[in-house]
């Protein structure tokens, strides 16, 4: 079964302390890894699309790579306005446009 | 562009009655997608739609649940009859095959409480 399971659940961080949230997935093939971003009462927005092993995307503080297993989004010096939900999600080789999410991971930065 | 539009943004309603979430995809993107967000499961896909025809529909729940869209400007989702258990966001996003067919546009959501 296509599964994929971020961590941690939650993170802490104060304001210029940078970190990486993890996305390990496990899927038959992988068509494409997807990182969006969510905020309070709204809709996941975009953030990153990745194809193979070790390719890399950056946006500002954020910067997501991927390896076979898993994919990293790494973020550096964040500042308060980072503070969202981090989702993960993969569409896979035989399964169409059918994108499966994680759980995510929720990002606080204090100042 | 607007963005993505669903409606209406809060439903309450009792179980029972029937209930009907409505979406409005960016102008010409050819695929739509409702998901469905809880504590528990987190986002899940229900259905997704290609040029107007449902491509998938192994995500939803029970035959309870239907999804129309007849007409690349309008989809549907209705819950007939609603049980508290269906309380959730349901999410509607849309995106462009040809041109970036990851990028996924969502909607603001429709929370809805069944009593």
């Known amino acids: 079964e296509d599964q994929v399971t971020q961590s941690p659940e939650a993170l802490r961080l104060q304001e210029g302390e940078s970190s990486s949230l993890n996305c390990s997935y496990t899927?038959?093939?992988?068509?494409?890894l997807f990182w969006y971003r969510q905020d309070p009462g709204k809709g996941p927005e975009f953030l990153f699309t990745l194809y193979s092993a070790g390719e890399e995307k950056e946006k500002e503080r954020l910067k997501a790579t991927l390896t076979k297993k898993e994919s990293f989004l790494h973020i550096t010096a964040p500042k308060p306005e980072d503070s969202a939900t981090y989702l993960c999600a993969v569409q896979t080789n035989t399964g169409g446009f059918k994108t499966i999410f994680g759980a995510g991971t929720r990002l606080f930065v204090k100042a | 562009d607007a963005g993505v539009i669903q409606s209406p943004r809060h439903e309450v309603t009792e179980m029972g009655q029937e209930v009907t979430l409505r979406c409005k995809p960016i102008?010409?993107?050819?695929?739509l997608f409702w998901y469905r967000q809880t504590m528990m499961r987190g986002l899940e896909l229900l259905i997704y739609?290609?040029?107007?025809?449902?491509?998938?529909d192994s995500g939803m729940p029970e035959d309870r649940f239907s999804a129309k869209m007849p007409n690349a400007s309008f989809s549907t989702l209705k819950i007939q009859p609603s049980e508290p258990r269906d309380s959730a966001v349901y999410f509607c996003?849309?995106?462009?095959?040809?041109?970036?067919?990851?990028?996924?546009?969502f909607g603001p959501g429709t929370r809805l409480t069944v009593l």
């Open positions: 899927v038959s093939g992988l068509r494409g």
């Open positions: 102008s010409g993107h050819d695929y």
């Open positions: 996003a849309s995106s462009n095959g040809l041109a970036n067919y990851n990028e996924q546009f």
């Open positions: 739609f290609n040029n107007n025809v449902p491509i998938d």
